[in-house]
């Protein structure tokens, strides 16, 4: 499968933004983030497509492997608001959307806003909150708005939110509700270092904390326009088709009593899209889907008895069966 195919390609439109102001905003970022990540260069690539996808990224990991330093490297890269969210069990559904007040002087509610309007929103440790107030969550992810009291108030563009969790089997933890994990594009694991690469965490410490020493390199409105950039990256017909098939042969496959939605299809073409242009392509390629069909598809599979047994497949690997059973579309 070749990159240049003409039946993947199309010619470069001229309502995005250029292509080398692009790779360059790109790079700025991804190297302030290596700056103070280190050894995780796939995961950095998967948080950078999930931002100009105009997604939400979930991390899953046990404590201290750099859950919630990713999510704040990233945050800490732009020049834009951004707030954290330390969710707790004891975490109200208004602590994270806002709540109206009575105003005695104006006799009046009026609304004040939650942390949740920002355009970064860094949840931390989201599955320690009950089910009721992850599910604040849901309207904010889906479409960008919070309604209280009859009232719907816009949230800032760009809007993303990089949550952290820790594995459902760890104490004082509650499992993400479907149509959680469902808003969430990508999900994805940090993993433990290498030991190169903790050495020189290690090492980089010595003059203190390097997050505090990092500088904002791109705007909101850097990220707004890259975002506009990236969906307008061009999908062949046949490549779209490969996504649905992917798709569909989730809700066919013997492991699982529920496949991913349509909803995932559709985040599925914005991170093979981001994907392509963080790559310096103006096209996507089947390789762009089948990157991505795991972090994007894995977590959304609802598994039966047969799949969840002990020693059963679990999401990835259903993913991965999938990928090697699906054809994927071959230059004409």
Do not use: W
């Not at 790109?26 to 280190?38: A, D």
């Not at 326009?225 to 990236?230: H, L, N, P, V």
């Not at 042969?249 to 963080?278: I, M, Q, Y």
Request: glycine fraction near 8%; aromatic fraction near 4%; hydrophobic fraction near 40%.
């Amino acid at each position: 499968m070749t990159e240049t195919s003409s039946s993947v390609a199309s010619p470069r439109r001229s309502d995005r933004l250029d292509a080398a102001e692009f790779e360059r905003l790109v790079g700025l970022v991804r190297e302030n983030v290596r700056s103070v990540v280190e050894g995780k260069d796939e995961q950095i690539h998967l948080a950078l497509v999930t931002l100009l996808a105009g997604g939400h990224l979930l991390v899953e990991d046990v404590p201290g492997v750099g859950k919630t330093v990713l999510a704040k490297t990233l945050a800490a890269s732009m020049s834009a608001t951004v707030n954290r969210i330390q969710f707790t069990p004891d975490l109200l559904p208004s602590d994270v959307t806002g709540v109206a007040v009575y105003d005695q002087v104006d006799r009046r509610f009026e609304f004040q806003p939650g942390p949740v309007f920002a355009n970064v929103v860094i949840g931390d440790e989201i599955n320690r909150a009950s089910p009721k107030t992850q599910s604040a969550l849901l309207e904010c992810m889906a479409e960008g708005q919070v309604s209280v009291d009859g009232e719907t108030h816009r949230l800032p563009e760009p809007f993303t939110v990089f949550a952290t969790q820790n594995p459902s089997e760890m104490e004082g933890t509650y499992a993400l509700p479907e149509a959680q994990r469902d808003r969430f594009m990508v999900r994805m694991s940090m993993g433990y270092p290498s030991r190169e690469a903790e050495y020189g965490m290690v090492a980089s410490r010595d003059g203190g904390d390097p997050l505090r020493r990092l500088r904002p390199v791109v705007s909101a409105d850097d990220v707004r326009r890259m975002i506009e950039s990236a969906a307008t990256v061009y999908m062949a017909p046949a490549v779209g088709q490969y996504v649905v098939d992917l798709a569909r042969a989730t809700r066919e496959h013997p492991d699982v009593r529920v496949g991913v939605s349509p909803r995932a299809s559709l985040h599925l073409v914005g991170a093979a899209k981001a994907n392509a242009a963080v790559s310096g392509r103006d096209y996507v390629v089947p390789d762009d889907v089948a990157r991505l069909a795991p972090p994007v598809f894995a977590h959304r599979l609802v598994l039966n008895s047969r799949g969840s047994r002990p020693g059963g497949s679990d999401g990835e690997a259903v993913v991965a069966q999938i990928l090697q059973r699906v054809p994927a579309p071959t230059a004409a």
